[in-house]
């Protein structure tokens, strides 16, 4: 689905401010990934995704990146069609919203596809209501008078309405309650049966533990790896060269270990965390 082959980015070169923000980096992700990507500030995390729909164009000699049957290291590229395959979404979508009103804000891609006017309003009702908003009642709102939660909803529409196959997450829960978190998730995932393939960069590591079945971890624009969750997270030595934290859920399950408590240290999400303690509780209540 996406082919990242020996990349490597380079901002303001050939001038005193060169930087080089990727290095060398090779991974792939494929159909049906759910692919987390993680790593600390200035890791190269958002350079990298944006390359994926050509917000950030492939250097010369820099690499390839290939996406389905579309080579992005090409000097021309169709650009409608590639970001009607991938969707971005980037950290606080809300600040993209622009238009007077819901719906016209959420019809602004597929009439920059030069869709029939119909198929562009029937478009923005599906993606309004995909994202759990009442057409009747959103579509004639104005988008900044809604809620936080609420717009991050709309901008995300704005993407889905493009129907793309891949679909890329900046921080997609940065800023949010827990709640607001636990619904954008929710939300995220049943998008994930119309739009099968999600890359998604978080600083979350229960979100990245609990969603993501491949991880790729960088440092300073290199990949260090790419690893399933419990490869990841299961290995002390691997967490401290990455420079990785563990799931919250994962630091109580250790706590409770160190208490006492006899319960599985290598769980990563909330329900694995509530079953290993309806295990023990009969445990615990005898031998009190």
């Known amino acids: 689905m ?9 901002y303001n070169p050939k001038t005193p401010f060169t930087s080089q923000a990727l290095f060398d980096v090779n991974l792939k992700i494929e159909d049906g990934d759910f692919f987390g990507i993680i790593g600390g500030t200035g890791a190269g995390k958002s350079t990298l995704v944006s390359h994926f729909n050509a917000l950030t164009r492939v250097q010369k000699k820099s690499g390839t990146v290939l996406v389905d049957d579309m080579n992005l290291s090409v000097k021309k590229i169709d650009l ?13 979508p809300e600040h993209q919203l622009f238009d007077d009103t819901v719906e016209k804000d959420v019809m602004f891609g597929p009439k920059n596809l030069k869709l029939p006017a119909e198929e562009q309003k029937a478009r923005a009702k599906e993606a309004i209501e995909l994202v759990g908003l009442d057409y009747a009642e959103f579509a004639q709102r104005s988008p900044f008078e809604l809620s936080g939660g609420q717009k991050r909803r709309v901008a995300l529409a704005g993407v889905l309405a493009m129907r793309p196959e891949i679909l890329v997450l900046d921080e997609p829960t940065a800023g949010l309650d827990p709640v607001g978190k636990r619904d954008i998730m929710n939300l995220v995932m049943r998008v994930k049966q119309s739009c099968p393939t999600v890359v998604m960069i978080s600083h979350n590591m229960d979100e990245i533990a609990e969603y993501c079945n491949k991880i790729a971890v960088l440092n300073r624009g290199r990949v260090e790896g790419v690893f399933s969750p419990r490869e990841l997270f299961g290995s002390k ?29 290598a769980i990563l999400t909330e329900n694995e965390l509530v079953d ?8 615990a209540v005898e031998n009190a």
Do not use: H, W
């Not at 996406?2 to 380079?10: E, G, T």
């Not at 290993?276 to 445990?283: G, Q």
């Open 276 to 283: 290993e303690l309806l295990k023990v509780m009969p445990r």
């Open 80 to 92: 409608k069609k590639l970001r009607a395959k991938v969707g971005m979404v980037f950290q606080y």
């Open 237 to 265: 030595a691997l967490l401290e060269k990455c420079g990785v934290e563990l799931p919250l859920v994962t630091e109580i399950a250790v706590e409770l270990c160190r208490a006492g408590v006899n319960v599985n240290e």
């Open 2 to 10: 996406i082919d990242v082959r020996n990349l490597s980015y380079v």
